[in-house]
């Protein structure tokens, strides 16, 4: 059932394409209008209210951290996204004008059950973005969205990450539409390049001899840094969490712009340095990162770059460069979260490890 592969995990990785492609399917009406008839909340209630808060644990938390960028850049409307153990475990302000969105593969996960259940008790709307047709979270929330990504097996998330944040970013463009926002006419554009990643993903996927080549000459090391920026910085805690949990390796993920307040001590002569770089030519953005990118390696650090084709400008300064293809901001997390999955499986498995039940996990964490 593994279909040829040594690893559901390595499976699940290259099942992406079709995965995100089938969250996206049947989204448009006849106008080329936007449709997500499962939410179930009126245009009306959607314009009362004034806050969005993603509650999520692990690789879901990541998911809603890239989708905070993309929310708020569309509607307007505050985002924020909080770890769901942290979240029950104060008093956080939820009122009947919050929307309240959980993001849960399994739809079992006991911390962020228990947040839907605090948030409705303060009658907040509950939207649930969730892989597991039938499972408890989204029966005991308002409306649900399904990611299409069909079982996911190996504990370490993967597709369940991109139709998380394919989900979350369908969800924003419609709140964007119904709401009327100024961003309310680019919906169709950002659609139309959605659209356009699975065949993306795929040119990712058919790129990964370079990987794996890296990760046989990196996998001794012990310790592994990601860095990134603005929607890049979930794409380096994910990196960071996929090398943690299946390659029992020390592994942490900055946003770049915080090296010079503590982080950079870390960086020896040898240490591998992944980077995420922002598409050129939007903002100052592209260039932040490049200078944080020249002064770790100024420190002996390794650097692994990630960018997007053509980008010669990171050149000089990348050890070693994987190419991205070409999408924006927003949509890069799409394809740069892959790279880090292939190198975290591969590590692993050179490793000797069970990539697919890593010691200490379990696929879904229905207790505290
Ligand atoms: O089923 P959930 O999406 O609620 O699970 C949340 C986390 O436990 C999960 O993403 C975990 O972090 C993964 N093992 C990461 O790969």
């Not at 993603?54 to 909080?82: D, F, M, S």
């Not at 926002?181 to 993306?200: I, L, N, W």
Request: glycine residues 8%; charged residues 25%; aromatic residues 6%.
């Amino acid at each position: 059932e593994k279909g040829g592969y040594d690893w559901f995990m390595r499976k699940e990785i290259y099942e992406q394409p079709q995965a995100v492609a089938d969250t996206l399917l049947g989204r448009f009406d006849s106008d080329r209008r936007l449709t997500l008839d499962e939410i179930r909340i009126s245009a009306s209630e959607l314009r009362t209210i004034d806050k969005v808060v993603i509650v999520a644990c692990g690789t879901a938390y990541y998911a809603g951290l890239v989708a905070k960028y993309a929310i708020e850049h569309w509607t307007r409307i505050p985002c924020e996204v909080e770890i769901a153990s942290e979240f029950r475990y104060r008093d956080p302000i939820v009122t009947s004008r919050t929307l309240v969105v959980t993001i849960s593969q399994s739809g079992e996960t006991a911390d962020t059950l228990m947040a839907v259940r605090y948030a409705r008790e303060q009658g907040a709307k509950v939207i649930a973005i969730c892989n597991t047709n039938g499972s408890t979270i989204p029966r005991e929330s308002d409306a649900v969205i399904y990611t299409h990504a069909g079982p996911e097996i190996g504990v370490a998330s993967t597709k369940g990450f991109l139709t998380q944040v394919t989900a979350c970013y369908l969800l924003g463009l419609f709140l964007a539409q119904e709401r009327g926002t100024k961003f309310g006419d680019e919906v169709a554009t950002v659609m139309a390049e959605m659209e356009t990643m699975p065949a993306k993903i795929q040119e990712v996927l058919d790129g990964t001899d370079a990987l794996l080549a890296l990760a046989r000459d990196l996998h001794q090391t012990e310790s592994v840094l990601f860095l990134g920026r603005h929607a890049g910085y979930p794409v380096a805690l994910e990196g960071a969490l996929k090398l943690k949990e299946i390659a029992y390796l020390h592994a942490e993920g900055f946003p770049a712009g915080e090296l010079k307040h503590g982080p950079i001590a870390l960086v020896e002569e040898g240490i591998p340095v992944f980077v995420v770089v922002p598409p050129q030519g939007r903002d100052q953005l592209h260039d932040k990162v490049i200078s944080n990118i020249q002064e770790v390696r100024a420190r002996g650090a390794h650097t692994i770059v990630l960018a997007e084709e053509g980008d010669e400008e990171v050149r000089p300064y990348a050890d070693r460069l994987i190419s991205l293809p070409r999408a924006s901001t927003l949509l890069q997390p799409l394809l740069a979260t892959v790279p880090l999955q292939i190198f975290a499986c591969e590590v692993a498995t050179l490793l000797g490890h069970d990539v697919d039940q890593p010691r200490n996990l379990a696929k879904s964490v229905t207790v505290e």
